[in-house]
C-alpha cells in the first residue's frame, strides 16, 4: 500500500511535468512517504529527512515534502524538529494530494521570484525533476513490482480498532472506491500492458459499495480480458467468507495465494489485542479454504511478546503455526506505538523473552517452508 501511495503521488509531479531524477543530488524535488506500523520504520524515515537538511539549504529553492502515515502522526512535531522540510502531509489526504502539490509548488515559485528570480521557465511552476523515495518499502516488504503488474487501492482505512494498531488513527476509517472507478483504473493499466494487479485495502476483503462485496468485485476483476492474474492483500479472517471462497474458486485469475494474518495463537492474547476471532474460527475458515482449493498457499503475520503474553499463549502460537500450515509467516516483536490501547497495557514482556520467543518461532516457520519447498 505505500508503494501503491507513492506512485499515485507521483502522477500528481508527472501531471505538473516533473520526472523521476536518477539521484537525489539532481533532484529539484523530494517526497519521503514515510509507515509508521513499527518503530523501525519510522526512525529510517526520520534519519532520511534529516539526512537531506545540506540537500534542501544548498539550494533552498528545492521542494521538500514528507507524507504518509509517519507524517500524519507526528505532523506538528515533525514541522518543528526539521524546519528545513517545505511539507508535511499525512495519509489521510492521499486524495487531495494534487491540490496539495499545486499550492506547494505555487509558495516555491513565490518564494523564488522574492528571494532569487525568474525561474528558468515562464510557467509558474518548475518542470525539473523528483525524486520519489520510500524508506519504508523493505520494512514494510513491499515490491514496486514490474511493468507487468500493478497495484490497484480499492479502499483506505480500517474499522477494526485492534489494540496494537496505529493504522485506524493515521489512515481513518473504511472508504471504498466506487467500482466503475476501480474497473477503469484496472482496464487502462490492462491496455498499457499490464498483466496481473494486486487489489489493495487494510482489510481488502471487508471491500462493499452500494451492494457490490468483495466476492462480487473479483469476479468482475476477472472478466476483464487482456488481465491474467489477480492477487489482494490485506485479508482479515472474518471476511474469508464462503462466498468469497467460492468467488475464490470460480475465478480462474485469481491466484492460488491468501495473506490472512492470524497475530497469535492463543484466544486469551487475541482477545487482549481485539481481533475479534477465536483461534478455532481462524482454522475452520483455513479448512473451508482448503477443501475448496487445496493447493492454496497460506500466509500470515504473526506478533511475538505482545503484553502480558506467557509461556503457555506463546505455545499456543507454535502449534497454530504447525496446524496452520503455512507457506510463510512474517513474525515481528510487538512494537508499542504511541497512540494504541497496547502501549499503556500492564505486564510487558521483557525484551531478551521477546527475542527469544521470535527466535523459537522463526525457526518453526524456516522448518515448515522448507518441507513444503
Not at 471504498?176 to 499490464?194: H, S
Not at 512474517?330 to 502501549?343: D, I, M, N, V, W
Request: glycine share 4%; charged share 25%.
Amino acid at each position: 500500500m505505500n508503494v501503491a501511495d507513492s506512485e499515485e503521488m507521483l502522477r500528481a509531479f508527472e501531471a505538473r511535468g516533473f520526472q523521476s531524477a536518477q539521484d537525489i543530488e539532481g533532484a529539484d524535488a523530494v517526497l519521503i512517504n514515510t509507515c509508521t506500523i513499527r518503530q523501525h520504520a519510522e526512525d529510517r524515515a526520520l534519519s532520511l529527512v534529516g539526512s537531506l537538511k545540506k540537500w534542501k539549504t544548498g539550494r533552498p529553492e528545492r521542494l521538500l515534502i514528507v507524507a504518509g502515515c509517519a507524517a500524519e502522526r507526528t505532523q506538528v512535531w515533525l514541522q518543528k524538529r526539521f524546519p528545513h522540510v517545505d511539507l508535511v502531509t499525512g495519509a489521510k489526504s492521499i486524495e487531495q494530494f494534487p491540490q496539495i502539490l499545486e499550492q506547494a509548488l505555487q509558495a516555491r515559485f513565490n518564494w523564488h521570484q522574492e528571494n532569487i528570480g525568474l525561474w528558468p521557465q515562464a510557467e509558474p511552476a518548475p518542470t525539473p525533476t523528483p525524486a520519489v523515495q520510500n524508506p519504508s518499502s523493505v520494512e514494510c516488504r513491499t515490491d514496486p513490482g514490474s511493468p507487468a503488474s500493478s497495484y490497484v487501492t480499492i479502499m483506505r482505512g480500517c474499522n477494526y480498532t485492534c489494540t496494537y494498531c496505529i493504522v485506524p488513527a493515521v489512515r481513518g476509517r473504511e472508504i471504498y472506491r466506487p467500482v466503475a472507478g476501480i474497473l477503469d483504473e484496472i482496464r487502462r493499466k490492462a491496455a498499457d500492458g499490464v498483466r496481473e494487479v494486486t487489489l489493495l485495502g487494510q482489510t481488502v476483503n471487508s471491500y462493499r459499495y452500494l451492494g457490490t462485496n468483495f466476492a462480487d468485485l473479483l469476479r468482475l476483476v476477472n472478466d476483464v480480458e487482456a488481465l491474467e492474474s489477480i492477487r489482494f492483500t490485506s485479508s482479515h479472517p472474518y471476511y474469508l467468507t464462503d462466498a468469497l471462497i467460492e468467488a475464490m474458486f470460480e475465478c480462474r485469475k485469481v491466484c492460488p495465494r491468501l495473506h490472512l494474518p492470524v497475530q497469535s495463537g492463543s484466544d486469551r492474547i487475541l482477545k487482549k489485542m481485539r481481533r475479534n476471532y477465536t483461534r478455532r474460527f481462524y482454522l475452520e475458515r483455513l479448512a473451508a479454504l482448503r477443501r475448496k482449493i487445496p493447493r492454496i498457499a497460506i500466509t500470515t503475520d504473526i506478533i511475538v511478546g505482545f503484553p502480558s503474553e506467557t509461556e503457555e499463549d506463546f505455545r499456543q502460537t507454535l502449534s497454530l503455526v504447525g496446524e496452520a500450515d503455512f507457506r510463510a509467516a512474517y513474525c515481528f516483536k510487538f512494537s508499542p506505538r504511541q497512540g494504541t490501547e497496547a502501549a499503556v497495557f500492564e505486564t510487558p514482556v521483557p525484551r531478551p523473552i521477546q527475542e527469544e520467543r521470535l527466535s523459537q518461532l522463526l525457526d518453526v516457520v524456516k522448518s515448515q517452508a522448507r518441507r513444503k519447498c
